[in-house]
DNA sequence: GATTTAAGGTACTCAACGTACCCTAATCGG
DNA sequence: CCGATTAGGGTACGTTGAGTACCTTAAATC
């Protein structure tokens, strides 16, 4: 067997040692695995490092702690992309995000993403990055959306576009989990948050001041 | 200053190292005290068996881990008495709730029980326990006595009267913890939970069928 | 080719959880 | 009233994991 990677034709040298941004994306994916995997309670440096294949130098040169680099980590694994359902109507419209947001939380990532809510604490840097990509201005964009266009097809007043209102469901999912737990919100749950609350709130502020 | 306590009349003994339940109580006496001073993460165990002049073996004895300390150290400081208000109009009565809930998760305390229901993960048994004395089934008593009495005065329609509406605002309330954390919440937010959302979602239920 | 920059390797400090062991005070049974 | 049992006190560990220090060595840059 002839010695391969040092030898190459024209002496193309192919570095062994990564550095910059290739260091930094094996290490956010070796993050990224850890927390998959163990959860951030298991995503240690030493284990992430050594996943990395390389110390715990290099990802202390990057993120000044451990709470940073799952923040990192989380961030590079939920690329969000939310699609915004549109069926011809309100209801079954929110329905259909509902359960995609409730099918994402209760994978896997969303345990991973609210063990870091939790560890990250107060620190309000860390506290945005989450938010961004997890479930913050993208989601409210896309219940705006949907009741905008319950208002083209005559389905909702004028009234009920309003921040309050779009963001309701999803706080009130995100409120059965933190009653319940971890396993996923029954879909009786999420019909009645649409039928009980999301619509006839809708419905009341047609006639409001 | 003469000794005292070991020389009593009649030969009565006063005890000097404590047992059972008066060891119990001062352990989470000081379990407690530090929470409050220094939150979950600076409750150690080590901190706690010094305020409370004993060792960790007495704790262990008791509580298998930090966690369920923590947790039983909460309830201990949270003798949670929720006087509900009567002020004669819903609007007001609500607002009146959702600025006490308010004050008490702005308040150290608050940030204690967030800390803890991270902390406790998914141990469903501590879960409960936090929950309970936290604002569990008590906080939805007192909407539902709320709106009860708001449908006598004809102030809202009997089909408000429905454990969505009442557990709402604090969903809603909880929510806005959930997304910016610590610091409490203004109180504007609190009169547009009122007037945006609980407010015209009693309204909307009223037609409804 | 020399110099500077950053990665690799490793050992270490420190804090904190949880455990083991042994001694001694309090309580309980007779 | 006196031994036996129970449970608290004291303390020293073992272990894990965060974060740091320091030196060596490869890669990039001048």
Redo the contacts between chains.
């Keep these: 067997m002839a010695s391969a990677g040092e030898g190459l034709r024209h002496g193309e040298r192919v570095p062994q040692r990564r550095r910059g941004e290739a260091l930094e994306q094996a290490i956010l994916q070796a993050a990224a695995e850890e927390l998959l995997e163990s959860g951030y309670a298991g995503m240690t440096m030493d284990r992430v490092a050594r996943r990395a294949a390389t110390n715990k130098n290099a990802i202390y040169r990057r993120w000044p702690h451990r709470a940073a680099l799952g923040a990192a980590a989380y961030r590079h694994l939920a690329q969000a992309q939310i699609p915004v359902p549109d069926t011809g109507s309100l209801r079954d419209d929110a329905l259909a995000l509902l359960r995609q947001a409730n099918a994402t939380w209760s994978s896997p990532r969303g345990?991973v993403l609210r063990?870091l809510?939790?560890?990250v604490?107060?620190d309000?840097r860390l506290?945005g990055l989450l938010?961004e990509q997890a479930d913050?201005s993208a989601m409210d964009a896309a219940w705006l959306t949907l009741l905008d266009r319950a208002v083209a097809r005559g389905e909702a007043p004028p009234e009920a576009v309003?921040p309050?209102?779009a963001?309701?469901p999803i706080?009130?999912l995100?409120?059965e989990y933190?009653?319940r737990?971890?396993p996923p919100v029954p879909d009786t749950a999420l019909t009645?948050?649409v039928d009980?609350?999301f619509l006839?709130?809708?419905?009341?502020?047609?006639?409001?001041p």
Excluded at 200 to 208: D, I, K, M, W
């Design positions: 345990a063990d809510l939790a560890a604490g107060d309000p506290l938010r913050g309003h309050r209102v963001s309701l706080a009130l995100r409120n933190a009653l737990g971890n009645e948050i009980e609350v006839p709130l809708v419905r009341g502020r047609a006639s409001g």
